[in-house]
């Protein structure tokens, strides 16, 4: 094997800030949630993830990002790039990368998903199959959850976002853009390329039930993740739902290890909502 064929991506991005010292505390503790290990280097601070590397120099002004591989460039340059744009919102952070991937426009997150299968598990508990490409990313970086970019009557053929130049989704104009609503991804076959997501259909306002309710095979729409944070590890848990929350509730009992303890409550409408759940761990379940 070459050098070249084990050379690691990289990127950096200088930083138009003036007082980033006074965000570093709150930038550090925001990418740690996302379980990095962090070590101080004099006015450097480095960041150690699963899937790659991150610096940030408070003195020369600039943010690196390293990986082994695209998907891990990506999701770095997404979680700094979010975090100094919260915390440094005040100053307008203009953050342009160059490097490896700079000049990409699609966005590593992002996938066209295609519905191949409805069925209702309960009266209002719907699960949807979705198939779609190259999938091994969203059982990567401990992600549960998928922001869903649903067509509405307003906007029935919206148009993707694509990459910026600071690593950020840029989106298409109101007339064009989707409706994004986060969900929890139920089950995911990277083999078969297929996720299922279970939808709470109810009447209302709620964008993605309503999308839920009318949706056939062979319909469109949009995800992109894995978002949110990594679960911490336990050896016991309490864990509380309502039929909202179920979807990720059931999955974690579908995969934590089996050596978790704990108790779990769910709160349903009546016995007709209760479903089967493979649980695999020691918790405990109760419907209330």
């Known amino acids: 094997m070459n050098e070249a064929s084990v050379r690691e991506l990289a990127c950096e991005a200088r930083l138009n800030l003036q007082r980033l010292p006074d965000y570093m505390d709150s930038i550090s503790d925001r990418l740690q949630s996302f379980e990095a290990d962090a070590s101080h280097h004099g006015q450097r601070i480095d960041f150690r993830f699963a899937f790659g590397g991150a610096s940030i120099d408070m003195q020369r002004l600039v943010m690196r990002a390293n990986a082994a591989d695209r998907d891990g460039l990506a999701r770095i340059k997404d979680l700094l790039a979010t975090a100094v744009q919260v915390y440094a919102r005040d100053e307008n952070p203009e953050i342009v990368w160059t490097g490896d991937l700079s000049g990409e426009t699609s966005l590593a997150q992002f996938r066209e998903m295609v519905v191949t299968d409805i069925r209702d598990l309960t009266p209002h508990m719907r699960r949807i199959r979705l198939a779609g490409e190259n999938l091994s990313r969203f059982a990567k970086f401990g992600g549960m959850h998928i922001r869903m970019l649903f067509p509405t009557r307003e906007v029935p053929d919206p148009l993707w976002p694509v990459l910026?130049?600071?690593?950020?989704?840029?989106?298409?104009?109101?007339?064009?853009?989707?409706?994004?609503?986060?969900?929890?991804?139920?089950?995911?076959?990277?083999?078969?390329?297929?996720?299922?997501?279970?939808?709470?259909?109810?009447?209302?306002?709620?964008?993605?039930?309503?999308?839920?309710?009318?949706?056939?095979l062979g319909m469109k729409v949009g995800i992109m993740g894995p978002v949110g944070r990594p679960v911490r590890q336990a050896e016991w848990y309490v864990l509380g739902a309502d039929e909202t929350g179920l979807p990720a509730l059931a999955r974690l009992l579908e995969t934590l290890?089996?050596?978790?303890?704990?108790?779990?409550?769910?709160?349903?409408?009546?016995?007709?909502?209760?479903?089967?759940?493979?649980?695999?761990?020691?918790?405990?379940?109760?419907?209330?």
Do not use: C
């Open 257 to 288: 290890p089996a050596e978790t303890k704990g108790v779990a409550f769910v709160e349903i409408a009546d016995n007709k909502e209760r479903q089967e759940i493979a649980n695999a761990t020691g918790i405990e379940l109760h419907w209330l």
């Open 164 to 216: 910026g130049g600071n690593g950020l989704p840029v989106w298409p104009a109101d007339d064009r853009r989707p409706v994004a609503r986060v969900y929890t991804i139920r089950a995911l076959d990277m083999e078969k390329g297929i996720i299922d997501v279970d939808f709470l259909v109810h009447s209302g306002e709620s964008v993605g039930s309503a999308w839920a309710m009318q949706a056939d």
